[in-house]
């Protein structure tokens, strides 16, 4: 930890003012180049605070840059957990408006409900799946408030990990008897394929995903919660979309998810 509580505070109502009003901004290492990633989850937690008082609430957790496409996308190699806030989610076969956005990418993932909390560390592949109710097929629609979708590990983390809106499919599986490795996914934009994948993209399984996360929130003496929608992060690099875009995700075994940007 490196900033006081007040620098925290300043930089969490900055990023929260940027999503509010749609505007980009410069990215916060470069006024706080020593800020570390204690500073950055704390800066997270901000404003989720800010946006509690208004009463939004927290509607799931997330795991990004979990897949090397996306590693390699964004120039950083480490996973990172951000938070899903009720006024994300949007009905699959609905529109998302862009003018709420400032430079939207759509990125498909597989998503899990817990039926037992998640307490690191030690957690794996078969404790996370030992604790899955379900999975489900999700899009998440991603929007860095930086300049030119340009970020370093902190400052993206600090930016609640560009989360925005986010897509959930309608078919739920038990994970009995689904290889989640293999599960292959097929993203069109626009009635082209813009990008394909299989689960295993997802630091080799996506319950790795949720064990690392896990073992992060038990780092903190937090546990991952029953009953929470978490996505373990996206599958296939990301994808530019602007009003009037088409996306429509195809999974295997989880059925598809289509949405317009208007
Ligand atoms: C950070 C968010 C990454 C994912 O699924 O990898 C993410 C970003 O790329 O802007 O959500
Ligand atoms: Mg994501």
């Given at each position: ?109 597989i998503a899990f409900v817990l039926k037992k909390?998640l ?6 592949v078969g404790t996370v799946l030992a604790a899955t109710d379900f999975v489900l ?35 739920a599986q038990n994970v009995e008897?689904l290889?989640l ?25 996506p319950a790795?995903?949720l064990a ?12 991952v919660?029953a009953g929470a929608?978490i996505?373990s ?30």
């Open positions: 930890m490196t900033l006081d509580k007040q620098t925290i505070q300043k930089l969490a109502a900055y990023l929260e003012e940027a999503e509010m009003h749609a505007h980009d901004v410069t990215k916060i290492t470069d006024d706080y180049p020593q800020l570390d990633s204690e500073d950055a989850y704390a800066i997270q937690a901000a404003i989720r605070d800010i946006k509690a008082a208004r009463g939004t609430r927290v509607a799931g957790l997330k795991a990004g840059l979990t897949s090397r496409a996306k590693m390699k996308q964004m120039g950083v190699d480490v996973p990172i957990f951000g938070l899903l806030f009720d006024y994300m989610s949007v009905p699959n076969g609905g529109e998302v408006k862009t003018s709420e956005l400032i430079h939207p990418k759509v990125e498909s993932e909390p307490k690191g560390p030690g957690c794996h097929p999700a899009v998440e629609i991603i929007d860095s408030r930086y300049r030119n979708f340009r970020f370093d590990l902190n400052s993206v983390i600090a930016d609640n990990t560009s989360s925005s809106r986010f897509v959930v499919g309608d078919v008897g290889d490795r293999t599960l292959g996914i097929v993203m069109e934009k626009n009635g082209e394929i813009v990008a394909m994948a299989a689960g295993a993209a997802v630091l080799g399984h790795e995903a690392q996360m896990a073992n992060h929130y038990g780092a903190r003496g937090e546990e919660p929608y996505m992060g996206g599958a296939t690099a990301a994808v530019a979309v602007q009003a009037g875009d088409a996306i429509h995700v195809r999974f295997q075994h989880l059925g598809a998810i289509g949405f317009r940007f208007v």
